[in-house]
Antibody
Framework: QVQLVQSGAEVKKPGASVKVSCKAS????????IHWVRQAPGQRLEWMGW????????KYSQNFQDRITISRDTSASTAYMELSSLRSEDTAVYYC?????????WGRGTLVTVSS | QSVLTQPPSASGTPGQRVTISCSGSSSNIGSNTLNWYQHLPGTAPKIIIYSNNQRPSGVPDRFSGSKSGTSASLAISGLRSEDEAEYYC???????????FGGGTKLTVL
């Protein structure tokens, strides 16, 4: 079954880091890019960055440039998104998605709550 | 940051036709294709229109898309209760070198 399975919900304190995983199955992981998109409560979907699962090349949105690291483990067909220096405004659902000209495959989302 | 503009809400009665607009700029819609996603709470967004007017298999032909210049629209005909969802437009942005999304339009079937 072609799917992206994300890790579970996280609760973090301000200033901490979070690492969300996205495991691909049912297709050749290294043939696509994986993007990370988040949605804060009441806000629009916001693109964060992507990784070429084949060569590991990454591109980050300027909004997260200093705090985000996207990586992948090809042996595990898994992409990761790590966001550091968390603040309350980072409370959101984080999605991974596969790009095929458009996002044709999405994970179900990971809720990250930042609270003291 | 480049963003796309959508109306926050739309509504219609069963069987009606509704349209949702999306406007952008030359760096996104004006030079790239436009996609539409349907998003239900607690689920992953689902592609319903890609490349301006193409429907993925499994999406009913009640859904159609169009694009002109820096604007686009999604039309849903024969409205059904199960169409009640949030709809997002999205396009690649050449300035951002990444995708941009509209703010979402919540469709209510009255």
């Amino acid at each position: 079954q072609v799917q992206l399975v994300q890790s579970g919900a996280e609760v973090k304190k301000p200033g901490a880091s979070v690492k969300v995983s996205c495991k691909a199955s049912g297709y050749t992981f290294t043939s696509y890019t994986i993007h990370w998109v988040r949605q804060a409560p009441g806000q629009r979907l916001e693109w964060m960055g992507w990784i070429n699962a084949g060569d590991g090349d990454t591109k980050y949105s300027q909004n997260f440039q200093d705090r985000i690291t996207i990586s992948r483990d090809t042996s595990a067909s898994t992409a990761y998104m790590e966001l550091s220096s968390l603040r309350s405004e980072d409370t959101a659902v984080y999605y991974c998605a596969r790009l095929l000209g458009f996002f044709d495959l999405w994970g179900r989302g990971t809720l990250v709550t930042v609270s003291s | 940051q480049s963003v796309l503009t959508q109306p926050p809400s739309a509504s219609g009665t069963p069987g009606q036709r509704v349209t949702i607009s999306c406007s952008g700029s030359s760096s996104n819609i004006g030079s790239n294709t436009l996609n539409w996603y349907q998003h239900l709470p607690g689920t992953a967004p689902k592609i319903i229109i890609y490349s301006n007017n193409q429907r993925p298999s499994g999406v009913p032909d009640r859904f159609s898309g169009s694009k002109s210049g820096t604007s686009a629209s999604l039309a849903i005909s024969g409205l059904r209760s199960e169409d009640e969802a949030e709809y997002y437009c999205a396009s690649w942005d050449d300035s951002l070198n990444g995708p941009v999304f509209g703010g979402g339009t919540k469709l209510t079937v009255l």
